[in-house]
């Protein structure tokens, strides 16, 4: 039986302060982050800094995330929050003497202009990886049969009648699988992996 808190988005529930929603949002978002710091020239070490400011502005700010307009999606607005915290970080940066040792990354990181720092979508890649640590928090609340049958036309784009055929069910039940798990995810995640 499912707790009634499912019924609840994850952004609705990490709005209401729920420690194991923030840590799925957590979960499913550093990846990207870190996959942003990194396309724009930014240390490992210095995108742990700026994951953990970026998360804290989302802790603060989350209230005011609204999908007001067609195409505003959480992923684009968590991207401006890294873009700006990026920035931030550069800024701080450039005032700062040069370390002892080298200072290549602070070199680099001086010389990336605003302009430079692409607005554009994500690599397919990462939008697929994101999704798929999605379907990683809801797979445990399905049976083998089921999530192999939404897997198997979902995600591998098998047919139907064919996915039907090869696991001894009906094509209708196949649809019926992919359509639950759809709906739970959604039901999960809701408008987090707009």
Same mark, same amino acid.
């Given at each position: 039986?499912?707790?009634?808190?499912?019924?609840?988005?994850?952004?609705?529930?990490?709005?209401?302060?729920?420690?194991?929603?923030?840590?799925?949002?957590?979960?499913?978002?550093?990846?990207?982050?870190?996959?942003?710091?990194?396309?724009?020239?930014?240390?490992?070490? =210095?995108?742990?800094?700026?994951?953990?400011?970026?998360?804290?502005?989302?802790?603060?700010?989350?209230?005011?995330?609204?999908?007001?307009?067609?195409? =505003?999606?959480?992923?684009?607005?968590?991207?401006?929050?890294?873009?700006?915290?990026?920035?931030?970080?550069?800024?701080?940066?450039?005032?700062?003497?040069?370390?002892?040792?080298?200072?290549?990354? /602070?070199?680099?990181?001086?010389?990336?202009?605003?302009?430079?720092?692409?607005?554009?979508?994500?690599?397919?890649?990462?939008?697929?990886?994101?999704? /798929?640590?999605?379907?990683?928090?809801?797979?445990?609340?399905?049976?083998?049969?089921?999530?192999?049958?939404?897997?198997?036309?979902?995600?591998?784009?098998?047919?139907?009648? =064919?996915?039907?055929?090869?696991?001894?069910?009906?094509?209708?039940?196949?649809?019926?699988?992919?359509?639950?798990?759809?709906?739970?995810?959604?039901?999960?995640?809701?408008?987090?992996?707009?």
């Amino acid at each position: 039986m499912q707790d009634s808190s499912t019924s609840l988005s994850l952004l609705e529930r990490v709005r209401d302060r729920n420690q194991a929603a923030w840590s799925r949002l957590v979960y499913l978002y550093s990846p990207l982050i870190h996959h942003w710091c990194h396309s724009w020239g930014v240390p490992p070490a =210095d995108a742990d800094d700026l994951r953990q400011e970026v998360f804290q502005s989302v802790a603060t700010a989350l209230d005011k995330f609204h999908r007001d307009r067609p195409g =505003d999606t959480f992923r684009g607005w968590l991207r401006v929050i890294t873009r700006r915290k990026f920035l931030d970080h550069c800024r701080r940066r450039q005032g700062q003497p040069a370390g002892k040792g080298g200072t290549d990354a /602070h070199v680099h990181l001086m010389q990336v202009p605003e302009a430079a720092i692409p607005e554009g979508d994500d690599p397919p890649e990462q939008v697929q990886s994101l999704h /798929h640590r999605a379907l990683e928090l809801v797979r445990s609340e399905f049976e083998e049969r089921t999530w192999q049958a939404f897997w198997r036309s979902a995600v591998e784009g098998q047919a139907p009648v =064919d996915v039907a055929r090869d696991m001894s069910m009906s094509p209708a039940a196949v649809r019926k699988a992919k359509s639950r798990v759809l709906r739970r995810l959604k039901e999960e995640l809701g408008e987090v992996l707009g």
